[in-house]
């Protein structure tokens, strides 16, 4: 899976993890991913903050813990939803 890792600079991940989905959670293939102020902020230095950016997003359900029946569906994902 890929993914815009921020540790101490940008990177791409190649290689990141696709996590397996717990009770409730699915798994998202994002098409569109933002980049918005909270991110730019991370990169500063704001709340020490190290990990995958990306808050808001779109994308389609590929895998959730079963009898969803939400598979294919497409989703948005925003931080304040």
């Known amino acids: 899976m890929f993914a ?8 791409l991940d190649h290689d990141a993890p696709r996590p397996e989905p717990c009770a409730d959670e699915a798994i998202i293939r994002v ?8 991110d730019l902020e991370l990169c500063k230095g704001y709340m020490e903050y190290s990990g995958i950016l ?3 997003f779109v994308g389609i359900v590929e895998q959730t813990d079963g009898g969803t029946g ?4 497409r989703v948005v994902g925003e931080i304040n939803a």
């Open 4 to 11: 815009v890792r921020f540790d101490t600079q940008l990177q």
């Open 31 to 38: 098409l569109r991913a933002g980049i918005c102020s909270t």
């Open 54 to 56: 990306g808050h808001e």
């Open 70 to 73: 939400l598979e294919g569906c």
